[in-house]
């Protein structure tokens, strides 16, 4: 199948487009990336007729919504700000401004606890209607039933705003927005409704914690099973909305699947996600980048392991995978046990060489590893003390060059002054060790019960210093105030050379993409989403650098070995190799921009318009 033909830059001439969802100016989890990245090709074809709406939390909206204040919003005229002072008269709490990110579009923000006061009605009418319980005691649910019912007020405000011809397509994302459309239905508001479901959340229970999920997809009884994870309203509410939207969408052919036998409606269209990837275009700089970054990877490399042992970084390879902490679901499971044959393989081969595997992922820890942190300290002092011999050096040879007679090189230990001399071998005393470096970076609330250091326990795989395959487990985000790195993941990414996300379960994976937009190849699986749409749409897409293990039809051994044998083949590359690998993957990740993606999407709006 092929991407659809180029559409028109106006889409839908007579219709207004507002996109709900739960991320809108409030990051939780990955939908934000995709509501996000996709608003600047969207308000290309939609301009001023296209709105958001999410919830108001104010600390979440802080730096990125900029409202409109009562004189600016009295000079709008359009529906959405006329929508937005008609429920202002009517007593409810609604902003309107402006998403402070590329695009600036339009958003309303709707704070959910104003309707606190109603909830008990709420609950009992979707109860009554619509056969969906709440329990008493999940505040979750009950902020997205209040925002679902503040949401279909605004739709039948906004609607009554609407002047025909003109018409509403409304787009809500997720079961969190969902509440909103079986009672729009009911009361039949004249909206036009796609609903998208970008993974069934019954199915990622399932995928968690049954390793032949796909296999027993079309036995699961939906209703028994949510009540046995606890995710019963949920579940429910996610049914409620497929059933209930004019169009019913979801972001990959594998998840399909799901919906037909979890929510019981075969999805209309796939909308596959992108990136804004004139975000991430470096042009020619995108090789100086990664230069510049792996300098800084190398300087963590450095203070973790070089006070135990000591390689050479030029014939190191970083490795990395991050997400969710899913081990099943997210391949780590996988991954380690490619990484350990791996490792066996490179010390039967006699190759030189190192591979360094980060593991970034989000766990309960206490505190970083005291010994780590300190390591890095001292490095720090280290390379200030460097610093400061080669500032001394350099102008006393200068002079010495300048004032000699004698041609040959001057004794240059003679030019440092004692306390450098000093102050150089005490810091590398009090730095150097004979314990080995820490596979974790942090101390773990329970560390016991971690599956990622439970396996390298069992394999031995400790950061020995035969072993070829190092371990970096970083259980949480890279950022700039991280005393470890100090840098953006966005900069981490560049700084490696490959990305590994072998998922079980991925309903899309933005992490190899994101490898992809930033030129580092990127190995995914057909178990996910994007690895489903590269089989079907990138030609040669192991020249491009982009791996696909095969995970449908092998079992966790043959997957594995494929996997094994993926690494040990970008291991045998040469940088030059590796270079114009780089050069390929950065020049591909055009075919996943959402100028080209964006037209799946108005696609599901026009079969909206015409089944309405």
């Not at 925002?147 to 787009?171: C, N, S, W, Y």
């Not at 409704?193 to 079309?218: E, K, Q, S």
């Not at 190191?316 to 490619?338: C, Q």
């Not at 069992?458 to 991280?482: A, E, G, L």
């Amino acid at each position: 199948m092929q991407p659809p033909a180029s559409t028109p830059e106006i889409v839908a001439p007579d219709a207004l487009l507002v996109e709900v969802a739960w991320e809108v100016c409030n990051q939780v989890g990955g939908i934000y990336t995709v509501i996000r990245s996709k608003v600047p090709a969207t308000v290309q074809g939609w301009d001023e007729r296209y709105c958001l709406i999410g919830p108001y939390f104010p600390q979440q909206a802080q730096g990125e919504f900029e409202a409109f204040d009562d004189y600016q919003l009295q000079l709008l005229n359009d529906p959405f700000a006329g929508a937005v002072r008609q429920m202002r008269q009517m007593g409810y709490d609604v902003c309107i401004g402006t998403w402070l990110i590329t695009g600036r579009p339009r958003v309303v923000l709707i704070n959910p606890f104003q309707a606190y006061g109603q909830l008990g009605q709420i609950k009992t009418d979707l109860w009554l209607r619509h056969g969906i319980p709440t329990p008493d005691n999940d505040d979750l649910l009950h902020q997205v039933e209040a925002f679902g019912h503040l949401v279909k007020i605004f739709m039948k405000v906004l609607t009554d705003e609407v002047v025909p011809p003109q018409r509403v397509i409304a787009h809500f994302h997720e079961w969190m927005t969902g509440v909103a459309i079986p009672d729009m239905r009911r009361e039949q508001v004249p909206a036009h409704i796609v609903f998208t479901t970008h993974a069934t959340l019954l199915g990622r229970y399932l995928a968690m914690n049954d390793p032949n999920f796909y296999d027993h997809l079309m036995q699961v009884d939906w209703a028994a099973e949510a009540v046995h994870f606890n995710i019963e309203t949920a579940v429910r509410i996610e049914r409620a909305a497929a059933h209930g939207s004019h169009v019913f969408t979801t972001v990959s052919e594998l998840t399909v699947r799901e919906c037909i036998y979890l929510l019981d409606r075969i999805p209309d269209c796939v909308l596959p996600n992108g990136l804004n990837i004139e975000r991430f275009v470096a042009l020619h700089e995108f090789q100086n980048l990664h230069k510049q970054y792996k300098d800084k990877i190398h300087e963590f490399v450095m203070a973790h392991f070089f006070q135990s042992y000591s390689f050479d970084l030029d014939k190191t390879i970083y490795m990395f995978t991050s997400g969710r902490y899913e081990y099943h679901n997210k391949g780590f499971d996988l991954t380690l046990e490619a990484l350990a044959r791996l490792n066996y393989r490179l010390q039967q081969s006699g190759l030189e060489g190192q591979v360094v595997m980060f593991f970034i992922t989000k766990r309960p820890f206490t505190s970083i590893n005291p010994l780590v942190l300190q390591s890095r300290a001292i490095l720090d002092e280290v390379h200030e003390t460097c610093n400061a011999i080669e500032r001394q050096v350099g102008e006393r040879l200068m002079y010495a060059a300048a004032s000699s007679t004698d041609h040959r090189l001057p004794d240059l230990s003679a030019m440092v002054d004692d306390y450098w001399k000093l102050r150089y071998r005490r810091t590398l005393q009090s730095w150097k060790t004979s314990q080995l470096p820490s596979v974790i970076t942090h101390n773990l609330i329970d560390d016991q019960k971690d599956d990622i250091l439970n396996f390298l326990r069992r394999s031995n795989m400790i950061n020995h210093q035969h072993d070829r395959v190092k371990i970096v487990y970083h259980p949480d985000f890279v950022s700039p105030t991280s005393p470890l790195f100090g840098m953006e993941y966005g900069q981490f990414v560049r700084g490696c050379h490959l990305g590994i996300f072998p998922s079980y379960y991925e309903p899309w994976g933005y992490t190899p993409l994101e490898c992809v937009a930033r030129g580092v190849p990127a190995i995914t699986s057909d178990l996910s989403g994007f690895g489903d749409y590269v089989m079907q749409h990138v030609q040669d897409h192991d020249d491009k650098g982009i791996f696909v293990v095969q995970r449908q039809e092998k079992n966790f051994d043959e997957a594995a070995e494929e996997l094994t044998n993926m690494l040990w083949d970008f291991v045998l590359l040469s940088r030059r190799e590796r270079i114009a690998q780089r050069n390929r993957v950065e020049s591909s990740s055009e075919l996943f921009d959402w100028k080209n993606l964006r037209q799946y999407y108005d696609r599901a709006y026009e079969l909206a318009l015409e089944r309405s």
